[in-house]
């Protein structure tokens, strides 16, 4: 009897494992654009309803994972090794790690428009909040570099203010806070400005006072402590940290408002908008229009909409590779 329990247990805990090991998972990789921990806690039901779209499309799944890259190439490279099916990608991601065919584009997000469009820096700086216009769906945003309360960042700020023409010297004195390098809002756009107006890149800057953050948390708590002067943003940044600019408890404590506080220096040309990419190497031309319209499905509801929030997104829009042709052209010049 004792021999038959033990061959059954076996039994069992042998046919326990091979379930288990023959589970099947999607995995998502999101870019830490935002603190990981908020990203991973928004996402969180974002795994069921992924796995409910996908089986109503004919796609069964046991378990969908859900991972924050800790920077933006790392994401990309969990697509083209063959550890995620999905990526949250921005632009200049994409185009970069699209350049072998082993990620493909397969939406693009779509978000409310601003109150705020302006090439000219001075026009962002009336001390007046940014406001959104979730009405007026756009493909586009734009990327800024935003001075900060230190001295120099008010230094910098009034002299754009006052409608003076800036100078190299004048970024040369800055302490900078920049993203990753395949960051669109936060590294390539910014420095297409910069070559545009004195034929300079980032590089060129003392490199003891370029500070390559995180996260766009890091580089707007650093504005906030006054460790950088000014920072690269994308443009409706200031809206998604107003609250912790001033709060004591868990934010930046500052004193005074984050639009009396910070001003916009340099303004990008349109950026288009993050992807939604997949592997080819995991994902086919089915589940890829399987993945396409579970998200569309997904953000068209309201708990859908809380979660893509995180990232600032309102909806979907199927997208084309070519959609990114301006983002390579950016990558061209820059590289």
């Not at 705020?116 to 769906?137: C, H, I, L, R, V």
């Not at 004195?173 to 297409?192: D, H, K, M, N, Q």
């Not at 940044?237 to 984050?258: C, L, M, Q, V």
Request: glycine letters at 6%; charged letters at 25%.
């Amino acid at each position: 009897m004792k021999k038959l329990l033990l061959v059954v247990t076996m039994f069992l805990t042998v046919f326990t494992l091979s379930a288990c090991n023959n589970e099947k998972v999607l995995t998502v990789y999101f870019v830490p654009s935002r603190d990981a921990a908020e990203i991973l806690e928004a996402t969180e039901p974002l795994k069921e309803m992924l796995i409910e779209e996908l089986a109503a499309q004919g796609y069964e799944y046991d378990k969908v994972e859900i991972f924050v890259g800790s920077t933006y190439e790392a994401a990309a490279e969990a697509m083209v090794s063959g550890q995620a099916e999905i990526g949250f990608l921005p632009g200049g991601t994409y185009v970069l790690y699209s350049e072998d065919g082993a990620v493909d584009v397969a939406l693009t997000a779509t978000r409310g428009g601003l109150n705020k469009d302006f090439p000219d820096a001075k026009d962002w700086n009336d001390g007046t909040a940014t406001e959104g216009d979730s009405s007026n769906q756009v493909t586009y945003y734009r990327g800024l570099v935003i001075a900060g309360p230190s001295a120099k960042g008010q230094a910098i700020a009034n002299k754009v203010n006052a409608g003076t023409a800036l100078t190299w010297a004048d970024m040369e004195e800055l302490t900078w806070c920049v993203r990753s390098a395949t960051s669109s809002s936060g590294y390539i756009y910014p420095t297409l400005v910069l070559m545009d107006m004195f034929d300079k890149t980032f590089d060129d800057l003392p490199q003891a006072q370029v500070i390559q953050t995180d996260g766009y948390g890091t580089s707007m708590g650093n504005l906030a402590s006054e460790s950088c002067d000014v920072a690269t943003f994308y443009a409706d940044a200031r809206r998604d940290y107003a609250d912790k600019w001033e709060d004591a408890t868990e934010g930046f404590d500052r004193d005074a408002s984050i639009w009396a506080e910070t001003n916009v220096i340099l303004v990008t040309d349109p950026i288009y908008n993050d992807t939604i990419s997949v592997s080819t190497e995991l994902v086919d031309e089915d589940l890829k229009a399987a993945i396409q319209q579970a998200f569309i499905n997904i953000a068209a509801t309201s708990e859908g909409q809380e979660i893509i929030a995180i990232y600032s997104h309102q909806g979907y829009a199927v997208a084309e590779d070519s959609d990114y042709d301006s983002e390579r052209d950016a990558q061209e010049l820059l590289y």
